[in-house]
């Protein structure tokens, strides 16, 4: 369940060659960013810096299509946004 003090924004969305992630939790544990394609393939998994806030990630070789982007607190999931690449 999403915390009411959690925040995730992707931008640019729809997005080319990358998007930005900001994000914010108060949770002390590392975060997890999961990529999924539309068939529900994980295609991109990456431990994010609990400090930094921000994160860009590279969709240059990802084809046009949606995207769901998971963001996951050890098992807790912290947010789940739809991710458009339009090149």
Known sequence: KEGADDIVILSPNPAKYYTDLLYKTNDDIALTLKVLDNY??????????????????????????????????????????????LK
């Open 40 to 85: 529900g393939q994980v295609i991109l998994v990456k431990q994010l810096n609990q400090n930094q806030n921000t994160d860009r990630i590279n969709t240059s070789l990802f084809p046009n299509g949606c995207y769901q982007i998971e963001l996951f607190s050890g098992e807790r999931k912290v947010s789940c946004q739809k991710l458009i690449i």
